[in-house]
């Protein structure tokens, strides 16, 4: 297949940081509602939780650290330098404060006290961690990844992750972004409605 900006590999997954950001930015309002004390369905948060454990760690994470790292690797970028160890690092700091969120949302969902604040406290971290650790990918690692790449390389790292994506299931893509798009919508229904 011949490559174009489309269908190189590190421009699939900067249009999944764009889906990404979309509902981190969601994530951030829910917070903010949560503090002004607005009483959020718990389907709410659960969509949050269900768009990270599937789309961010079981998918675009796993292209990441299962097929573009290893391509790079082979490429000979040092696993200890920034472009490998920066990106690693983050996704497991990542994990923890997702496991935070999981957390906080069982404790709401309870009804414990404490429950909202600490579940406006997980979105806001996570928040704004990945918006850091979707920065640091597009402007630090896949500029450097391709230079490491020939047309070739990103060939078969993008087919790869088509592989990965059809694996998950007919539609993989579509589904998640009529998630953000449905979290979009709540979220602005929210805005222009009185409290
Ligand atoms: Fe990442
Ligand atoms: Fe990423």
């Not at 650290?65 to 700091?93: M, S, W, Y």
């Not at 990542?94 to 969120?101: E, K, N, P, T």
Request: charged share 25%.
């Amino acid at each position: 297949m011949p490559i174009t900006l489309d269908t190189m590999a590190t421009s699939t997954l900067e249009r999944e940081h764009s889906l990404i950001l979309e509902v981190l930015t969601c994530m951030a309002v829910v917070a903010d509602e949560l503090d002004r004390g607005r009483s959020i369905e718990p389907d709410v948060l659960d969509q949050f939780v269900e768009f990270f454990r599937v789309f961010v760690e079981g998918a675009h994470i796993r292209k990441e650290e299962t097929i573009l790292f290893t391509a790079l690797e082979k490429k000979g970028v040092p696993v200890n330098g920034c472009p490998l160890d920066l990106p690693r690092n983050e996704h497991l700091q990542g994990q923890a404060l997702f496991a935070d969120l999981i957390d906080s949302v069982s404790a709401y969902r309870a009804g414990e006290k404490g429950g909202a604040s600490a579940v406006a406290r997980s979105l806001r971290r996570l928040a704004s961690f990945y918006a850091l650790h979707t920065w640091n990918e597009d402007h630090l690692v896949f500029p450097i990844a391709n230079k490491f790449l020939s047309p070739d390389d990103q060939d078969n790292v993008y087919e790869q992750f088509a592989a990965m994506d059809s694996e998950n299931g007919a539609g993989f893509q579509v589904r998640f972004r009529n998630m953000a798009r449905e979290l979009v919508r709540t979220v602005s229904n929210w805005k222009t409605s009185v409290r």
